[in-house]
């Protein structure tokens, strides 16, 4: 159950440092002498961090709806900010952090359950995906939420630093097995293009029946 | 501009992994003893050449080696 705050443990947060965007991790002396580490969000909503997967994991709640289940203020006595290092929250709960580096280099992780890819392409016929449907061992793909950055071929061309101007219009959906190894990383710039996008490298590719498409995006 | 490679370089190329989303960059060794570096080849089957190689033909190719 996440815990609102009264209004001078609200003061005393608001002037100090953010941990990230719109939060800061705390540990909280509760009303039971009892020690929780967590995260306070807006200043106000101190969600313990055994609480924090249940409340803000991928079925998330709305903060609104959040704030509303939450207990009135006086649960938490006291409040110290932590600095960053001191509290690891989900980071075992995300698939993979994305490294500041080129997937090549990247450590290897393993894709999870349902998880989805896109590869974006000039090809409809992209020799990549096999006749059957799979990836080949050491194709490049993005993640599912990388893709939503791309609504043109131009903008894969760009993000994904493409060596050819032609717009990469053709989307190959990627549905891996659980557990399929891949390395993360961002594109470096190349070819002339700035790169930045997320871009995944399958170690061994993906088995068949796991690539299906490609829908066509506008050329931009 | 662009050569078209056959099967048989096509192939090769898929057992190699990518440098990016849908191309590789390869080392050209031609049947003169010369190496053309660094070359983009998209799809594994269109070789972007250097215009000064505007004349290269597939028979003048020895090997392709994926560079990593």
């Known amino acids: 159950m996440p815990y ?11 002037v100090q440092p953010e941990t990230g965007m719109g939060y800061q991790y705390v540990e909280a002396s509760m009303s039971d002498y009892t020690s929780l580490k967590g995260v306070v969000l807006n200043g106000e909503l101190f969600i313990p961090e055994n609480k924090i997967a249940k409340i803000m994991g991928r079925h998330y709640l709305t903060y609104s709806a959040v704030l509303k289940e939450a207990e009135q203020p006086g649960y938490v006595r006291q409040l110290t900010v932590l600095r960053r290092d ?3 929250l989900g980071e075992s709960l995300h698939f993979a952090k994305i490294a500041k580096t080129p997937a090549s280099g990247a450590p290897i992780s393993e894709t999870e359950i349902k998880q989805f890819f896109k ?20 194709s490049y793909a993005t993640t599912e939420a990388d ?26 959906s990627i549905k891996p097995p659980e557990k399929t190894l891949v390395r993360i990383g961002v594109v470096e710039p190349a070819n002339g293009k700035p790169g930045g996008g997320v871009e995944v490298l399958f170690e061994h590719g993906s088995p068949s ?3 299906t498409g490609p829908e066509t995006i506008p050329a931009g | 501009m662009k050569l078209k490679l056959n099967a048989h370089w ?8 990518e440098t990016g989303m849908g191309y ?8 003169s003893g010369k190496t053309v570096s660094d070359i983009v080849v998209l799809n594994a089957e269109n070789l972007v050449l250097p215009d000064q190689y505007a004349n290269l033909e597939l028979q003048d190719i020895a090997d392709l080696i994926v560079r990593k």
């Open chain 1, 4 to 14: 609102k705050l009264d209004i001078d443990q609200m003061h005393e947060l608001i």
């Open chain 1, 147 to 172: 893709a939503r950055n791309v609504n043109t071929g131009t903008v894969a061309v760009l993000r994904y630093a493409l060596p050819s101007d032609e717009p990469a219009i053709y989307v190959f």
């Open chain 1, 86 to 88: 001191k509290l690891h």
């Open chain 2, 10 to 17: 096509t192939e090769k190329l898929l057992k190699y992994p």
């Open chain 1, 119 to 138: 590869r974006f392409s000039p090809y409809r016929n992209d020799h990549r995906i096999t006749e059957d449907g799979g990836l080949r061992s050491g």
């Open chain 1, 209 to 211: 029946k796991t690539v």
């Open chain 2, 24 to 31: 590789q960059r390869v080392d050209v060794v031609l049947k």
